[in-house]
């Protein structure tokens, strides 16, 4: 079985950067794991009135509502079978602002030959993503429809008070690191949150994902 990621992106897996190839093939066929540790050199947000919205989303490690610059960051990619018998993939960000700990939860899955991204510590929100690999070997991510799930409740998330995630990841064979990119934007409000960093990348074997990785509730809804 190749990576989650290798099956959603089928022949184009192989237009990725080698390296973009060895991070984007952790899984348990692979038998690694990855963990990045790296700077962001911003951290930014929208206007005053998005800071609401993003505590919201940083009770349950889905937002972060601060900005900075410079901010030390990790990025921990575990493979694992979930309690369902998925494959999946953590996608666990630890950020270091201003004395505060910040981390933004996600865990991946493959359903259906997409790639659906699990937000927060009770996986509340599945968003389908969009791959494609650019010209130089990075791959740029697009989030889609969204879905929200909690207990009988399930309904999809109205794009009007979400917003669109777009997330570009390459490799620099100048400087041997992993650039990384991220835009989030609301269709009729703008620019909501944003961040640019860079990192490099320990590959380990991939024993069972830490438990600290992983969230507290796994949603079998799609």
Known sequence: ???????????????????????????????????????????????????????IGRLRNILIPDTGADVPFVVENFPYLDPLGRETVTFVREYAIGGRRRRFDATMILADGRIVDYLGTHQHLAVDLDLRVDESGGLELTSDAQRFYEGPIAFRFPMLFSGRARLRERYDEGDGLFHIELE???????????????????????????????????????
């Open 1 to 55: 079985m190749t990576s989650i990621f290798q099956q959603a992106l089928g022949a184009d897996f192989d237009r990725l950067h080698p390296m973009m190839q060895r991070r984007f093939g952790v899984g348990l066929d692979a038998g690694e794991a990855c963990v990045g540790r790296g700077v962001m050199a911003t951290i930014r947000r929208g206007p005053w009135w998005t800071v609401p919205f993003l505590q």
């Open 184 to 222: 989030v934007r609301n269709r009729r409000f703008g620019f909501l949150f944003g961040y640019r960093g860079t990192f490099a990348c320990e590959w380990m074997p991939a024993a069972d994902a830490p438990a600290r990785l992983k969230p507290l509730r796994h949603e079998a809804r799609t």
